[in-house]
């Protein structure tokens, strides 16, 4: 599971170049969600990765629910 944004803070790579090495090393989440602000990010990202990753990859459009958040802390 991944969450992933765009903006990674001034001076460090862009969340693209995340997925682009998720793309070349072939090793894909199962689950990749998408909490950037920047849409013009979001679209790059989600494209690669539809365009590269296996169909059973579930891509979501947004944050991580409270819910699953609250599930992963707890471990």
């Given at each position: 599971m991944?969450?992933?944004?765009?903006?990674?803070?001034?001076?460090?790579?862009e969340g693209?170049e995340?997925?682009?090495?998720?793309?070349?090393v072939k090793?894909?989440p199962r689950?990749?969600?998408?909490?950037t602000?920047s849409?013009?990010?979001?679209q790059?990202?989600?494209?690669?990765?539809?365009?590269h990753?296996p169909?059973?990859?579930?891509l979501?459009n947004?944050?991580?629910?409270?819910?699953l958040?609250?599930e992963?802390?707890r471990g």
């Amino acid at each position: 599971m991944l969450s992933l944004d765009f903006d990674l803070g001034w001076g460090q790579p862009e969340g693209i170049e995340v997925v682009r090495h998720i793309v070349a090393v072939k090793r894909f989440p199962r689950r990749i969600y998408f909490h950037t602000s920047s849409p013009a990010g979001r679209q790059q990202m989600y494209a690669l990765l539809t365009e590269h990753a296996p169909s059973d990859v579930q891509l979501f459009n947004g944050p991580m629910p409270d819910r699953l958040l609250r599930e992963l802390a707890r471990g």
